[in-house]
């Protein structure tokens, strides 16, 4: 899990120097890399009825990491580094990575085997920074910053809003305004960016339509982020969001006595504290409208944030912070799964065109998909899926096992281990999908049977009990919109040629900006 958090051009250039291995040490590293890192499973610890223990486990030092980081070049791109480690270490190694000790496992198998260890309070990973900005602003804590029974208590009430297809279905009419919304900024951008069918940076575009969207479904608010001219305060909470993730994943490596003098805590403060204030405002707004409706004796209607204000299933400061976590896993989501669907559909025009047929024979015209439309367009879910599968969100997730002792293969481990499960090298394993590398939207149709695989070697939502509680949101909002710009748009390909690839930072995103041509549908 910690070796995805980092980014490379945000580190303090004091940290850089202490970690980057210098040209002087490649000789060193390469030569080492596989003797030194084996060695680690040279000696024996037979505990538990003759099961081996984490320090039997082959894997790579301290340094070989910051020279495969930093020298070969898989900084920011941990991604393939995951391939490369278990070509060398088999399915399930140890890494080190300052105070974090991980135990990779990279097959769906051994996702399988530690999800069914994990405990009924599941937790994926310690954010300590996360948790002394709430105590410290004497805050709620929220799904990620609480653990047992508290924590199942907060999924308790959103699950039922969030994850029932029934439930989901009434923010519908939300997204697809928005959807309509981001179909007008389309058209607004191609005729104003000077080519006339080109966006460019579309990633850009959809990030706001994600942000537009999962606002107006937890906020019951239209911000206007895909208006020409975007309110300040919207401006303001966009750059809170995006700063606080970027600065979480420095702060959290940085030791305390280094605040004096580095600005990265204190713009982590700043951020949290902007994200909090808007969306206080937006919350207290709210109540203030449904206090009205009772006072006059009007029925009280809304969706989810009035479920939440009217419930009294949470308290006040809980609402605040469970919105604040919501939004921030809602965005990303939504904007880079788009964008690399989009990117695919411009490469290979044999799929766009069936995956407009299958759109157009089930809402011909200039009918707007339904939900229930939605259960007849098997091949857009296929097309989603095998794009999660190619660029899983989050390509590493943790789980923090402290209920239970795990026992994987030969090795048992003790309660408070760090698992790291490598989901971009098991949706990537031949084995379950052969040319893994190729974009085949057939692999997920049930029609299909050479393409049978484990049910773990793709879970880009993660599963069980700690799965995204917006899973149904996201993919909603990605069914929608990517219908939409079917019967409207071709899709073609950036005139320059140019390959975009993944990187990855705690999220796989595109390498470089994506343009596309958007062709008016005759």
């Known amino acids: 899990m910690a070796l995805l958090l980092f980014r490379h051009s945000q580190l303090p250039r004091r940290l850089l120097v202490a970690t980057c291995v210098t040209a002087q040490m490649q000789r ?102 996360w948790k002394e900005y709430i105590t410290m602003r004497e805050q709620a804590p929220g799904m990620h910053t609480n653990f047992g029974e508290e924590w199942y208590r907060l999924r308790s009430v959103l699950n039922p809003k969030m994850l029932k297809i029934k439930e989901t279905s009434m923010y519908a009419p939300t997204i697809q305004e928005v959807v309509t919304d981001l179909i007008k900024r389309i058209y607004f951008l191609r005729e104003n960016q000077g080519q006339g069918t080109m966006v460019c940076n579309v990633t850009n575009e959809l990030y706001k339509f994600g942000f537009e969207g999962i606002c107006s479904i937890l906020f019951e608010k239209r911000l206007g982020c895909l208006q020409e001219n975007i309110p300040e305060e919207t401006k303001r909470f966009i750059k809170a969001v995006g700063d606080m993730l970027t600065l979480s994943e420095i702060v959290i490596f940085l030791p305390k006595w280094t605040r004096s003098f580095l600005p990265y805590w204190e713009n982590f403060i700043k951020a949290w504290d902007d994200i909090y204030e808007v969306s206080k405002k937006l919350v207290d707004a709210k109540l203030k409208s449904l206090d009205k409706m009772v006072q006059n004796g009007e029925s009280v209607e809304g969706e989810f944030l009035t479920f939440l204000l009217s419930s009294n299933k949470l308290s006040l400061k809980e609402i605040y912070t469970v919105l604040t976590e919501l939004l921030l896993g809602g965005v990303d989501t939504t904007s880079n799964t788009m964008s690399w669907t989009l990117y695919h559909l411009a490469k290979e025009p044999n799929i766009q065109a069936h995956l407009y047929q299958e759109i157009s024979s089930v809402c011909p015209g200039n009918q707007i998909p339904t939900t229930e439309d939605l259960t007849k367009m098997p091949y857009l879910k296929a097309v989603v899926k095998e794009i999660l599968r190619l660029y899983p969100v989050v390509h590493g997730n943790g789980r923090w096992i402290i209920e239970n002792e795990v026992i994987l293969q030969d090795y048992w481990f003790p309660k408070k281990t760090l698992f790291h499960m490598c989901h971009y090298a098991a949706s990537h394993d031949e084995k379950d999908f052969p040319d893994p590398y190729q974009f085949q939207p057939e692999r997920w149709l049930r029609t299909t049977e050479r393409y049978k695989h484990n049910p773990f070697s793709s879970v880009p939502f993660g599963v069980g009990v700690r799965a995204c509680v917006g899973r149904r949101v996201a993919e909603l909002e990605m069914y929608f919109a990517l219908a939409r710009i079917m019967k409207h748009f071709e899709i073609q390909p950036d005139p320059s040629g140019t390959t975009v690839k993944p990187n990855t930072r705690t999220l796989m995103i595109p390498g470089s900006p994506i343009n596309l041509n958007f062709i008016d549908r005759k």
């Open 28 to 129: 060193w590293a390469t030569s080492m890399s596989r003797t030194e890192d084996l060695s680690l499973a040279s000696s024996s610890n037979l505990t538990k009825e003759g099961k081996k223990t984490i320090d039997d486990l082959p894997g790579p030092s301290l340094l070989t990491t910051a020279y495969w980081l930093f020298v070969k070049g898989y900084h920011g791109k941990s991604h393939e580094m995951q391939l490369e480690q278990k070509k060398i270490y088999g399915p399930i190694w140890q890494s080190k990575f300052g105070k974090f000790h991980l135990v990779n496992v990279a097959s769906a198998e051994l996702i399988q085997q530690v999800i069914k260890q994990e405990g009924k309070y599941p937790v994926r990973c310690d954010l300590p920074h």
